[in-house]
């Protein structure tokens, strides 16, 4: 029996667990599943709780649901994995052995990194909407703050849906007004970017949005630390941004078992051929989602996209066949933008997002980097479609390669 | 894109002043571009400029926080070798392209 292992089992791993059981012979091929929890998030509805938008149990399903039969599921967390062996150990002493291992196991928020972040005033004044905990946390503080200074930070690049804080601003802007109190707070946008966003047809559109909501953004800021009694974020050249409340993404790291097995770089990323999604210095292990080292976003889309090329190149490699699928960096994010409005962005490695129409040229229904209602529809239909379709690995009528048609391309 | 004579020779530049070709970059050159900043290379300065170089060509994406981690320099040190935009300007004074964040 040869045996194939998936470390974790979040949206990557659970997709390539559905793909490979489906095409593999169950007399020849074991597949194993490890991961250390039980539950899996809809991580994209995280977002929403702190507005009441989505409670818990819209966004929280057990893991198991979504594994076929056939699939071994370990949970447990891992001590580390041994390449010169083939093996995986656990945490719990047991060993697995492997013909293809498939790293699968994210990336996450790291608070402790930056001084000051886990202090005193932590999931008081101070939270992230990453976590399930954190996302509950912030809003029962929202149910009755008053007003004052909401901060919006960046600790570093890279972090999982880079598009996350500009749609948590613009719902937060949304939901002060509402609650009529929209003109006692005041909003900033703190990122170590030179803008909103990172490429810049986009940014262009978006630092539009964010300044008709009168949200400030301060660019170019990196956090050194936060400082607890004066309720300021202070900057590696000592600038300083005064916050009542802070909304943060602390530094993303990926799993220490990464640099306990010493396969990582700085951040715990593993190395990976951005084309193949073979891991750079192993033949028989690969890499998907947010755990690797990827020049594309760390999202649910890039995971999807990608998994349908690994797919290919893993059948490729048990075949001894030459790996021909190559995964185009491709990138789709619904970005809300409040008041029922949504934008979407479509990219890859090498096409920045562009204005146009998705995913039918010409007519859409969605529109790129336009903000409509029916991409905000968009948005709230996925949640379904993650659950009852992606999730299980079934084909979705977007093709995983980006297309230029449709897009326009403009010059900034 | 245009042309730029840089320490006596003719380089390709970007519209903001980066190098387009990493290859026609010397030492004469980043000494020359650094004097524009008012920062006078030290052999510390060099030694970044040289890790930029290296990660950069070895196909790695450039962060702050990655220089601050490779035990030349920490992050605080890296604002104080390069005043107003650390990773911009040392980028450039090494011949690279301008950092881009890769979403």
């Known amino acids: ?89 656990l945490s719990d002493g047991k060993i697995l052995g492997y013909d293809y291992l498939i790293i699968a196991t994210g990336t996450d928020i790291r608070p402790d990194e930056t001084p000051g972040l886990k202090g005193r005033l932590w999931q008081k004044d101070i939270f992230d909407f990453y976590t399930i905990e954190g996302a509950l946390a912030l809003q029962r503080f929202l149910k009755t703050w008053q007003g004052g200074k909401m901060v919006m930070a960046i600790v570093d690049m890279p972090f999982k849906c880079p598009v996350a804080p500009i749609e948590f601003v613009c719902l ?103 084309h193949t999604l073979r891991a750079r210095d192993f033949e028989n292990i690969f890499v998907i989602g947010d755990a690797s080292d990827i020049p594309t976003s760390k999202a649910g889309s890039v995971a999807h996209f990608s998994a349908e090329i690994l797919f290919e190149n893993i059948m490729s490699a048990i075949e001894n066949r030459p790996m021909t699928a190559s995964f185009d960096g491709h990138s789709n994010c619904y970005i809300e933008t409040g008041y029922g409005k949504g934008a979407l962005i479509d990219f890859n490695y090498d096409t920045e997002p562009l204005p146009g129409t998705f995913p039918l040229p010409g007519i859409g229904p969605f529109g790129l980097l336009k903000n409509t209602k029916i991409n905000h529809y968009g948005k709230i239909m996925f949640r379904w479609i993650y659950w009852h379709i992606l999730l299980k690995g079934r084909a979705l009528p977007i093709e995983a390669e980006m297309t230029m048609a449709g897009k326009k391309k403009i010059e900034v | ?69 490779s035990g030349i320099v920490d992050i605080k040190g890296l604002y104080q070798l390069f005043p107003g935009g650390p990773l911009k300007i040392s980028s450039k004074l090494a011949g690279i392209p301008k950092p881009a964040s890769c979403v």
């Open chain 1, 1 to 89: 029996m040869k045996k194939i292992v998936i470390l974790g089992g979040g949206t990557a791993g659970t997709i390539m667990a559905n793909k490979l059981r489906k095409a593999l012979d169950r007399e020849e091929w074991s597949i194993t599943v490890v991961d250390k929890h039980n539950n899996h998030y809809y991580q994209p509805g995280f977002l929403f709780i702190p507005f009441e938008i989505y409670t818990r149990n819209d966004v929280i399903k057990p893991k198991s649901d979504f594994f076929p039969p056939g699939v071994n599921v370990i949970y447990s967390a891992i001590d580390k994995i041994v390449p010169a062996e083939n093996k995986v150990l």
């Open chain 1, 172 to 274: 937060a802007e949304e939901f002060f007004t509402r609650k009529g109190i929209r003109d006692k707070v005041e909003i900033r946008f703190v990122t170590p970017l030179p803008g909103a966003f990172t490429k810049p047809v986009a940014t262009k559109m978006l630092n539009e949005l964010l300044t008709e909501k009168n949200i400030q953004v301060i660019p170019d800021f990196y956090i050194e630390r936060i400082d607890n009694e004066k309720k300021t974020l202070v900057s590696y050249d000592e600038r300083e941004v005064p916050f009542d409340l802070l909304t943060i993404v602390p530094l993303n790291k990926g799993d220490d078992m990464i640099a306990r097995s010493g396969i990582g770089d700085d951040l715990n990323y593993v190395p990976t051929d951005k």
């Open chain 2, 1 to 69: 894109m245009a042309e730029k004579v840089i320490a006596g020779k003719t380089v390709q530049v970007n519209d903001e002043g980066y190098f387009t070709d990493p290859s026609q970059w010397t030492k004469e050159m980043a000494a020359e571009m650094a004097k524009e900043y008012g920062i006078e290379l030290t052999d510390k300065h060099y030694q970044v400029i040289d890790f930029l170089r290296e990660r950069y060509l070895a196909g790695e994406a450039l962060t702050i926080r990655r220089v601050g981690n």
